[in-house]
């Protein structure tokens, strides 16, 4: 058998990359204040605002009621669901005692991402009782919508870094 030459692509265990360099405290410190700040509460403002106007589009489209409230009630879905979430994250009791600890805080995050997929389907699988004369692909429709203000931000904050 004959070994392999190490290629620049071909990662093996134990391999180092020579041109690694670890970042001392201060570049670090420039590092991070040259990175954008992305606000939890931020996104959950801009999904509540893009789920608003989504619904009153809905209902100026179609002049149906049911239909608005549809698209409200599916933007409500991720909207209430990431509000939560935004809070447990920042402001709860749980997220000042694991602010100080790697393993901590990604297990509160881990918890309150369980949280907000919980409530997303508790809403969804009760909307039929909440929405009169519900319509389905309405809901789809604000639902998708406003989940989609993530992808925008990621886009908006990506062009602001160059």
Request: net charge positive; aromatic share 10%.
């Given at each position: 058998?004959?070994?392999?030459?190490?290629?620049?692509?071909?990662?093996?265990?134990?391999?180092?990359?020579?041109?690694?360099?670890?970042?001392?405290?201060?570049e670090a410190a420039r590092w991070r204040a040259?990175?954008?700040?992305?606000?939890?509460?931020?996104?959950?403002?801009?999904?509540?605002?893009?789920?608003?106007?989504?619904?009153?589009?809905?209902?100026?489209?179609?002049?149906?009621?049911?239909?608005?409230?549809?698209?409200?009630?599916?933007?409500?879905?991720?909207?209430?669901?990431?509000?939560?979430?935004?809070?447990?994250?920042?402001?709860?009791?749980?997220?000042?005692?694991?602010?100080?600890?790697?393993?901590?805080?990604?297990?509160?995050?881990?918890?309150?991402?369980?949280?907000?997929?919980?409530?997303?389907?508790?809403?969804?699988?009760?909307?039929?009782?909440?929405?009169?004369?519900?319509?389905w692909l309405a809901l789809l429709a604000g639902l998708v919508v406003?989940?989609?203000?993530?992808?925008?931000?990621?886009?908006?904050?990506?062009?602001?870094?160059?």
């Open positions: 058998m004959t070994s392999k030459a190490s290629a620049p692509g071909n990662w093996e265990d134990g391999e180092k990359d020579p041109e690694f360099k670890p970042l001392g405290r201060e040259a990175q954008p700040g992305l606000s939890a509460w931020r996104i959950v403002m801009v999904q509540l605002l893009v789920g608003l106007v989504a619904g009153v589009l809905g209902w100026l489209i179609t002049q149906r009621v049911s239909v608005g409230l549809s698209v409200l009630y599916g933007a409500a879905s991720v909207v209430v669901p990431t509000a939560l979430m935004a809070w447990g994250v920042t402001s709860s009791a749980l997220s000042r005692k694991a602010s100080g600890h790697v393993i901590s805080a990604f297990m509160s995050f881990v918890l309150w991402e369980g949280v907000k997929i919980l409530l997303s389907v508790a809403m969804l699988w009760s909307a039929p009782r909440v929405v009169p004369d519900l319509n406003v989940i989609k203000v993530y992808w925008f931000g990621f886009w908006i904050q990506a062009r602001r870094a160059n």
